[in-house]
Every structure is written in C-alpha cells, then in structure tokens.
C-alpha cells in the first residue's frame, strides 16, 4: 500500500513543519534565527526612538508593562507608519493618546463575567451550624 507519490507528499509536508517551527536539529540554525530575531528588535527600537518624543516614549513603555499585547500592537503600527512615510515630526504625547483613543474605538471592547456558583463550592449559607 505503499504509494510513491503520498510519501513525496509526506516528505514535503514534513520538511515544510520542520522550516516553519525551526525543528531542523541545528544548532547554527536556531543562534542564526536569534541573531534575525535580535537585528529585528533592534531595528524597531531605532524606528520607534526615532519617530517619538521622549515623553510618548515613556507614555508607550508604560503602557507595555500595564498591557504588552496591546503595547506591542502600537509598537507594530507606529513602526509601520514609519516605514510608509507617514509620520514627518516626532510624535508627541497627546498625539500618541489620540492615536490610542483611535485604536481604542476600533477595538471591540471585550467584557468577561465572573459567574460563581454557590452549590458547588458549598458555600451556602443554609449549611452553617453554629
């Protein structure tokens, strides 16, 4: 049952998992993608140094240690604007604010409920014997 074509397949199929998630098993490959990873990160901080004042700076590193997902993702748009010319002078703090408000509205605002369930956790009041 051993089919030519469903094995080149497999080996395709393996080779490409084994790109993707670095699992070629050596060890130049994985410093040479650290060494990518870093020049990148270094990269970001020049853009970034570059096209905000030192008080949006401060305002962004804040909002990274309160939220980093959120910190990240304007770290991403700041530098993609950046790159595309769109931002002329160093971007100031209220600036900065107002492009996070505008974030703010096109994100969804996601709500999470707590729903606690007295019967499970016997912590109902009935059961107290004093």
């Known amino acids: 049952m051993d089919d030519p074509e469903l094995d080149k397949i497999r080996q395709q199929r393996l080779?490409?998992?084994?790109?993707?998630?670095?699992?070629?098993?050596?060890?130049?490959?994985?410093?040479?993608?650290?060494?990518?990873?870093?020049?990148?990160?270094?990269?970001?901080?020049?853009?970034?140094?570059?096209a905000l004042s030192q008080d949006a700076r401060a305002r962004l590193n804040n909002?990274?240690?309160s939220r980093p997902e959120k910190g990240a993702m304007v770290e991403n748009m700041i530098c993609r604007m950046a790159q595309m010319g769109q931002?002329?002078?160093?971007?100031?703090?209220?600036?900065?604010?107002?492009?996070?408000?505008?974030?703010n509205q096109q994100m969804p605002k996601s709500t999470s409920t707590v729903k606690f369930d007295r019967r499970r956790a016997a912590l109902d009041s009935d059961d107290d014997d004093f």
């Open 87 to 103: 931002v002329r002078n160093r971007i100031t703090e209220p600036e900065l604010i107002q492009l996070l408000e505008s974030l």
């Open 63 to 65: 909002i990274k240690l």
């Open 15 to 50: 080779a490409q998992l084994q790109s993707q998630h670095g699992g070629t098993g050596d060890p130049n490959h994985a410093k040479q993608q650290e060494e990518r990873m870093q020049q990148m990160e270094e990269a970001k901080h020049t853009i970034l140094s570059q």
